[in-house]
């Protein structure tokens, strides 16, 4: 499998390593799998990795390796090489199943009727649609704990709004195409908005500030308004 | 003792050298523009490389001091002045009660950095003190500086004492800012899916930095950038100085608070080295990207650190001659 693994050098500190070139869940999971690792187990002038959809980047500090012969990303990439000489064989396996409510529609998904028409089917087809899968996170990334998910059905999908919203509120649940994700924060995008959900994905105060992590599968449910403000509500009196 | 913010300026932020570890979750690393004029400013005062320094644009800040202390000003040439006589950059100088830190038109660069013996006593969010102002997070409140803010410093103990404060850190050591319109850059990842013409064009024309650039990116103008392989690009990690090129043609040159991860071709990395520059450019100003390689590019950043390791070896050193 690792002799698979290309070795690229991203900027002065950065290495690339690709896993493929193709959206596939096991080639995925295998990044995920070897982000951990190393995660665990930093050599020395380790500093960070940033997995995504077919690639790992290991960010590291080049004035750990200095030599008169090689360079600090020829050292560096040995290192990473040793490392994962090291690493368990065993297959990786999806992470934990979180469950998502979604309070469809109306205020919180003014966009919903619109993926509704564009399909040529109701709105209340679109939330089972959405409602019926199970998604998986292949990587975080565009804003703090938003999850890029695979795994939505054709026949929701929907393009990006020509005009992108200068402001959209954290918690919305929008459609990209065939992608589907959550706003964690407050931010502008051109995503179309199906709903919102009351729960926090990004709580920067805590020691693992994100709620879903690569490598997690996702399955939303439907909630009312007023499970969604009740929710708030609890939410707010424990903080 | 604290800081009192008479006037905020345009856009004042406290910011240290980025927040990682926590990239893998979405989050932005940020830190300073120019992580140069940061670092020099924070081993003038005698605080590490990474201790938060307040990063002011164009029109710098009004500053009330509460007791004494020492302050160095690096980057961007604001006009500072202390209780209204003009002070140098690059340069450390002694505060004492109720001094004045104020700074007038600008007139180099776009961003200065005040550092202050002892650093910002602000809590560091997912271990870094910068501030994150989309999430409004880090720094003081997560959020830019306002009026009236009081901003208090770290334990400032008696231990850095500078002889001399004449000393005025040397040309050779700022020799960064020569060729501002020279940006050297490494081919990116994408580079090939370019039509050779406009490979071409990158590394010679002129690109002229727009005014839709901020901390986040900047947005350049020139020729148009047109793709030979049309191939959908799965979303993956990019870097400060990171210059991506979306389907209209224009090129992106990626800042401090860039996004995590992007879905455009990369057609180039400008070299760490050369960041500060643009750091400084303002909208307006032209640049010409020069290839040179991944070696290249390591080997300079690597002298850059021991250049401003020998700075900070050579400030203790004085410090310690009296």
């Given at each position: 499998?690792f002799?698979?693994?290309?070795?690229?050098?991203?900027?002065?500190?950065?290495?690339?390593?690709?896993?493929?070139?193709?959206?596939?869940?096991?080639?995925?999971?295998?990044?995920?799998?070897?982000?951990?690792w190393l995660?665990?187990h930093?050599f020395?002038?380790?500093?960070?990795?940033?997995?995504?959809?077919?690639?790992?980047?290991?960010?590291?500090?080049?004035?750990?390796?200095?030599?008169?012969?090689?360079?600090?990303?020829?050292?560096?990439?040995?290192?990473?090489r040793n490392k994962l000489e090291s690493m368990p064989d065993?297959?990786?396996?999806?992470?934990?199943?979180?469950?998502?409510?979604?309070?469809?529609?109306?205020?919180?998904?003014?966009?919903?009727?619109?993926?509704?028409?564009?399909?040529?089917?109701?709105?209340?087809?679109?939330?089972?649609?959405?409602?019926?899968?199970?998604?998986?996170?292949?990587?975080?990334?565009?804003?703090?704990?938003?999850?890029?998910?695979?795994?939505?059905?054709?026949?929701?999908?929907?393009?990006?709004?020509?005009?992108?919203?200068?402001?959209?509120?954290?918690?919305?649940?929008?459609?990209?195409?065939?992608?589907?994700?959550?706003?964690?924060?407050?931010?502008?995008?051109?995503?179309?908005?199906?709903?919102?959900?009351?729960?926090?994905?990004?709580?920067?105060?805590?020691?693992?500030?994100?709620?879903?992590?690569?490598?997690?599968?996702?399955?939303?449910?439907?909630?009312?308004?007023?499970?969604?403000?009740?929710?708030?509500?609890?939410?707010?009196?424990?903080? | 003792?604290?800081?009192?913010?008479?006037?905020?300026?345009?856009?004042?932020?406290?910011?240290?050298?980025?927040?990682?570890?926590?990239?893998?979750?979405?989050?932005?690393?940020?830190?300073?523009?120019?992580?140069?004029?940061?670092?020099?400013?924070?081993?003038?005062?005698?605080?590490?490389?990474?201790?938060?320094?307040?990063?002011?644009?164009?029109?710098?800040?009004?500053?009330?001091?509460?007791?004494?202390?020492?302050?160095?000003?690096?980057?961007?040439?604001?006009?500072?002045?202390?209780?209204?006589?003009?002070?140098?950059?690059?340069?450390?100088?002694?505060?004492?009660?109720?001094?004045?830190?104020?700074?007038?038109?600008?007139?180099?660069?776009?961003?200065?950095?005040?550092?202050?013996?002892?650093?910002?006593?602000?809590?560091?969010?997912?271990?870094?003190?910068?501030?994150?102002?989309?999430?409004?997070?880090?720094?003081?409140?997560?959020?830019?500086?306002?009026?009236?803010?009081?901003?208090?410093?770290?334990?400032?103990?008696?231990?850095?004492?500078?002889?001399?404060?004449?000393?005025?850190?040397?040309?050779?050591?700022?020799?960064?800012?020569?060729?501002?319109?020279?940006?050297?850059?490494?081919?990116?990842?994408?580079?090939?899916?370019?039509?050779?013409?406009?490979?071409?064009?990158?590394?010679?024309?002129?690109?002229?930095?727009?005014?839709?650039?901020?901390?986040?990116?900047?947005?350049?103008?020139?020729?148009?950038?047109?793709?030979?392989?049309?191939?959908?690009?799965?979303?993956?990690?990019?870097?400060?100085?990171?210059?991506?090129?979306?389907?209209?043609?224009?090129?992106?040159?990626?800042?401090?608070?860039?996004?995590?991860?992007?879905?455009?071709?990369?057609?180039?990395?400008?070299?760490?080295?050369?960041?500060?520059?643009?750091?400084?450019?303002?909208?307006?100003?032209?640049?010409?990207?020069?290839?040179?390689?991944?070696?290249?590019?390591?080997?300079?950043?690597?002298?850059?650190?021991?250049?401003?390791?020998?700075?900070?070896?050579?400030?203790?050193?004085?410090?310690?001659?009296?």
């Amino acid at each position: 499998m690792f002799q698979d693994i290309k070795y690229l050098s991203f900027g002065e500190a950065g290495i690339l390593l690709e896993f493929g070139s193709v959206m596939d869940k096991e080639i995925n999971l295998q990044i995920h799998k070897t982000a951990k690792w190393l995660n665990d187990h930093p050599f020395d002038g380790f500093i960070e990795t940033v997995p995504a959809y077919t690639t790992l980047t290991v960010l590291y500090d080049p004035m750990k390796f200095i030599h008169f012969k090689k360079s600090a990303f020829e050292l560096a990439v040995e290192q990473i090489r040793n490392k994962l000489e090291s690493m368990p064989d065993e297959n990786s396996s999806v992470g934990r199943t979180i469950e998502i409510p979604v309070c469809y529609g109306g205020d919180f998904g003014p966009d919903l009727e619109n993926v509704a028409s564009i399909n040529g089917i109701s709105p209340q087809e679109v939330i089972s649609i959405h409602t019926e899968k199970t998604y998986y996170v292949y990587m975080l990334g565009f804003a703090p704990g938003f999850p890029f998910l695979g795994g939505m059905a054709k026949e929701i999908a929907a393009p990006r709004l020509s005009s992108p919203r200068l402001s959209i509120p954290k918690g919305s649940v929008g459609i990209a195409g065939e992608q589907t994700g959550i706003y964690p924060i407050e931010t502008p995008g051109g995503w179309q908005l199906i709903g919102r959900t009351p729960t926090k994905l990004f709580t920067p105060d805590q020691d693992h500030p994100v709620l879903l992590q690569a490598g997690d599968q996702v399955k939303f449910y439907q909630i009312t308004p007023e499970e969604y403000h009740a929710w708030e509500a609890e939410h707010e009196h424990h903080d | 003792m604290s800081i009192t913010i008479d006037k905020p300026g345009m856009l004042t932020s406290l910011q240290d050298l980025g927040r990682f570890s926590y990239q893998q979750f979405g989050v932005i690393a940020s830190g300073a523009m120019d992580p140069f004029a940061h670092t020099a400013a924070n081993l003038l005062v005698g605080n590490p490389a990474n201790e938060a320094t307040l990063e002011a644009t164009l029109l710098g800040p009004r500053l009330t001091f509460e007791a004494e202390t020492y302050i160095a000003v690096g980057g961007a040439d604001l006009t500072p002045s202390l209780n209204g006589k003009p002070i140098q950059n690059w340069r450390t100088y002694k505060i004492n009660p109720n001094d004045v830190l104020e700074f007038g038109k600008c007139r180099w660069g776009c961003r200065a950095y005040i550092a202050v013996a002892g650093g910002f006593d602000t809590e560091p969010v997912m271990g870094s003190k910068s501030t994150y102002l989309r999430a409004g997070i880090g720094g003081h409140q997560g959020r830019a500086l306002k009026e009236g803010d009081r901003l208090k410093t770290g334990s400032f103990t008696s231990t850095f004492k500078p002889v001399s404060l004449k000393w005025l850190m040397s040309r050779g050591l700022r020799t960064v800012y020569e060729n501002m319109g020279r940006i050297r850059a490494v081919k990116g990842r994408h580079f090939d899916y370019f039509t050779s013409e406009s490979q071409n064009a990158f590394f010679e024309k002129e690109f002229t930095i727009t005014t839709k650039s901020d901390r986040m990116g900047y947005r350049a103008e020139g020729t148009t950038l047109q793709l030979e392989r049309k191939e959908e690009i799965l979303s993956e990690p990019v870097l400060f100085g990171t210059v991506q090129v979306p389907a209209e043609g224009n090129p992106i040159i990626l800042m401090a608070d860039r996004q995590t991860t992007g879905g455009y071709p990369k057609i180039a990395q400008t070299a760490f080295v050369d960041l500060p520059k643009l750091a400084q450019a303002k909208p307006g100003d032209k640049v010409v990207f020069q290839e040179i390689s991944e070696e290249e590019a390591q080997i300079n950043y690597i002298i850059q650190k021991i250049q401003l390791n020998y700075l900070q070896t050579g400030i203790r050193l004085k410090n310690r001659e009296g």
